[in-house]
């Protein structure tokens, strides 16, 4: 298998070139993903400026964080289980809301959520 030095360096040469136009379109493609996030991500930007705006006064007053036992029972509840001492595991007719339940969760009986 010996091989003339010129025709080594003939197919190497011929790989560079290849690998050259395949780095190129790659660059090229890497560009346009990247502009396209950039114009994406000032555009979520925006979108997100605007809707704070459309929503400002009518925005509700963040409630403090609830803990992680409260939010698995909350979730429970939204699924339309009772988690209440009465009707624990039973499932809520209709998503009919439950005053012992969301005394459970929110502490007051008021649900204040919008999934009821």
Known sequence: MNQDPFTDFQRLATQADN???????????????????????????????????????????????????RRNLEKLYDSGFHICNEMYGARRENNEPCAFCTSIIYG?????????
């Open 19 to 69: 690998l050259a136009r395949e780095l190129n379109a790659f660059r090229q493609e890497l560009n346009r993903v990247l502009e396209q996030n950039a114009e994406l991500t000032i555009e979520n930007k925006h979108l997100r400026g605007r809707l704070d705006q459309l929503s400002g006064p009518n925005k509700q007053i963040d409630k403090p964080e609830m803990l992680p036992s």
């Open 108 to 116: 007051n009986g008021d649900r204040t959520s919008s999934r009821v």
